[in-house]
């Protein structure tokens, strides 16, 4: 598992990247392995204001459907239309598959998440390795 | 390769017998017919020029076209590929797979009830409605409720039906409220039920023992929250103890209990949720009273309350008339409405009232006791093959997780898949969702000891193989007709309609299937 020290983690299985007040939002790689084969992932829409800790959209694997939880607050500005077609790209590299783009209420926020080492120590102990 | 299939000797089962079956559509051959019609003894007409602008010709595809024998063998033959409880236990957790006693089919076949209509007088009717009185008065005595509607036709039915009494109780108190809570171990209907009748879902959190975290609770309920949806005993199988204080936390502020009675199998006889402060509550007579469950049952989600929800009941009600005769009560101004055609799966409430009858307050009871006996059964003979996550005890049925067969990269499915290798039904797989690699068994109290053997025998035989030959076990089943499906592949990118092979003639209602 491969979790990027340039990312925030929430402890839902998201991450996010900071750049400037935008905010890029995916699942974990960790996240992707545990739900196994995707095959849907449903997304807010653009415009939609997300509350960090609160739910904006769902995947389903063929084992289960989880809900998204909102690493940060703020306002929905671009969603990753390709998932439609290709949702498998999340277990191909989790990493380098956003779901969402936000308009951050406070770039401050993301200091609250976990550090890429502090996710790992977390996910660790959720698994009990 | 026959060889490798299996390690150790299978008790149950050898290779199925594998017959090949084509789709209809592609053993259909132009113009054939499983019947023939005498001439016309009046005049023919021109049912498109009748039909005028109604006729359709467009979209109805090529129709298969085949004999009568045809027709009974291609049926016959994909019957003997079903796996049903009559041949064969069905561990999967949650869904309470008993036996369906033959009784029950007996009674429902009675011609005065199989022939009855719906719309039969009343005074005709009085056979079929004491049917539903005494099955109502039976589930009331059983649940410990004050009344109850048998319209809902499934379980999730019977939760919407519920969550509808309480949103139009709220209502009429002049707050609908706008939160019902969900325990992150409850069945995905219940969120989505709470969903569909308006509500957010706010998301309860369990314990360290797999219960509902009571500190957690008190902190979420407030005004705005309608309900609480719990299933007790929860899908881990375990009994929530502090529910009397967890019915208090809601009832403070009031909330109401609504409680999913999927899993009433472990209460029958021994506890009632009337008692223990649940409001409203849904029960499956296709789970707990031994009405069929597989091929689309039809189920029946029958849903008891308290007299406070009662003015708010699906309409019709029945209702003992001053003469002593029953009938049903159409006048019910704060009724939710109908929730089902007619008054609900009437077959259902005659093979579950015979159930009720035949074994009796002391033989449901036994029934009980049975399905926690099993279950524990089970749970002491393969805890140590399996990883056990709650050790809190069980009561109707047990989860374990496959954590030690993870290691060799065998997960919960692939066992599930290798077990019917071994001629059982799959457990239930991942699920519930707070046990990571789930595996959810409940025998139910149907299972003999000798059947319970056979089950733990090839549970630790696929125990075994995870460790010596985890492929043999990713790979699984092997003995099936068809090996393993792309499931990925199916739900990605689903095939829902059959559509002929390209044709040289174009096709339509006139030219056949077969000129591919």
Redesign the interface.
């Known amino acids: 598992m491969a979790y990027p020290e340039t990312y925030k983690y929430a402890k839902s299985h998201e991450w996010v990247e900071v750049n400037g007040d935008t905010g890029t939002v995916g699942i974990t790689d960790y996240a992707q392995s ?1 739900l196994g ?1 995707i ?2 992932v449903e997304l807010p829409k653009v415009g939609q204001e997300i509350e960090s800790g609160s739910m904006f959209g769902s995947v ?1 694997s ?6 998204l939880y909102a690493p940060v607050t703020g306002t929905v500005t671009e969603i990753n239309e390709a998932l439609n077609d290709t ?2 790209t999340i277990n191909t590299d989790a990493n380098a598959t956003w779901l969402i783009k936000v308009t951050l209420k406070n770039p401050d926020d993301v200091n609250a998440l976990l550090s890429a080492a502090d996710y790992e120590t977390f996910v660790n102990e959720e ?2 390795h | 390769m026959e060889e490798t299939k299996f390690i150790g000797t299978p008790r149950k089962a050898t290779t199925h017998v594998s017959q090949n079956e084509g789709l209809m559509f592609e053993k259909s051959s132009a113009g054939k017919k499983g019947y023939r019609l005498p001439l016309l003894d009046v005049p023919a007409v021109d049912a498109a020029a009748l039909l005028g602008e109604a006729v359709r010709t467009d979209g109805l595809g090529v129709m298969p076209e085949l004999s009568e024998i045809e027709i009974i063998r291609h049926f016959t033959r994909l019957s003997t590929w079903n796996y049903a409880i009559d041949l064969g236990m069905y561990p999967l957790g949650s869904c309470t797979m008993k036996y369906n006693p033959r009784i029950n089919e007996a009674v429902a076949r009675l011609e005065g009830l199989a022939e009855a209509h719906p719309y039969q007088p009343e005074s005709l009717s009085q056979g079929a409605l004491g049917i539903m009185k005494m099955l109502s008065d039976a589930l009331i005595e059983i649940t410990g409720m004050d009344t109850i509607t048998l319209q809902p036709a499934a379980g999730a039915h019977g939760e919407f039906t519920g969550i509808l009494l309480t949103k139009a109780f709220h209502t009429a108190n002049g707050n609908p409220r706008t939160k019902v809570i969900v325990p992150d171990s409850a069945h ?1 209907t219940n969120p989505a039920t709470a969903a569909v009748c308006g509500y957010q879902v706010a ?1 309860l959190k369990s314990n360290a023992l797999g219960m509902v975290d009571l500190a957690e609770l008190e902190k979420m309920v407030d005004e705005d929250v309608a309900a609480l949806m719990l299933t007790n005993p929860s899908t881990i199988g375990v009994f929530e103890s502090d529910i009397h204080k967890i019915s208090d936390i809601l009832h403070a502020k009031g909330a109401l209990l609504y409680m999913d009675g999927a899993n009433m199998n472990a209460l029958v006889g021994k506890t009632r949720p009337g008692d223990f402060g649940a409001d409203v509550m849904h029960l499956n007579l296709h789970k707990t009273f031994s009405t069929p469950h597989g091929g689309g049952g039809p189920g029946s989600g029958p849903v008891a309350c308290k007299k406070i929800l009662e003015p708010f009941l699906p309409s019709p009600v029945l209702k003992t008339n001053p003469d002593g005769t029953l009938g049903f009560d159409y006048n019910r101004p704060q009724s939710v409405g109908r929730v089902r055609a007619w008054y609900g799966n009437f077959g259902m409430f005659v093979r579950a009232l015979a159930y009720i009858l035949a074994n009796g307050p002391d033989g449901l009871r036994q029934t009980t006791e049975d399905a926690v006996l099993n279950a524990n059964y089970l749970r002491s003979k393969l805890e140590g093959t399996f990883e056990l996550p709650y050790k809190t005890r069980s009561l109707h049925e047990v989860v374990f997780s496959d ?1 030690l067969q993870a290691k060799n990269g065998v997960k919960t ?1 692939d066992m599930g898949k290798r077990l019917i290798d071994y001629g059982f039904h799959p457990y239930t ?3 519930p ?1 707070v046990v ?1 690699g789930a595996m959810m068994i409940e025998p139910t109290e149907s299972e003999s000891k000798e059947e319970l053997d056979l089950l733990v025998d090839a549970l630790t035989q696929v125990a075994r193989e995870a460790e010596e030959n985890p492929e043999l076990v990713k790979n699984a089943p092997h003995t099936t007709r068809l090996q393993r499906l792309d ?2 592949g199916a ?2 990118k689903p095939v829902l309609r059959w559509k002929a092979p390209v044709s040289s003639t174009e096709l339509t209602a006139n030219t056949a299937a077969k000129e591919w």
Request: charged share 30%; no cysteine; net charge negative.
């Open positions: 545990s084969d095959v849907f389903e063929v084992k289960a459907v989880s809900d949702p498998e698994t009990g | 995905g998301n954590k499915g797989v991942s699920f969702l990571n499931e990925t739900a990605r």
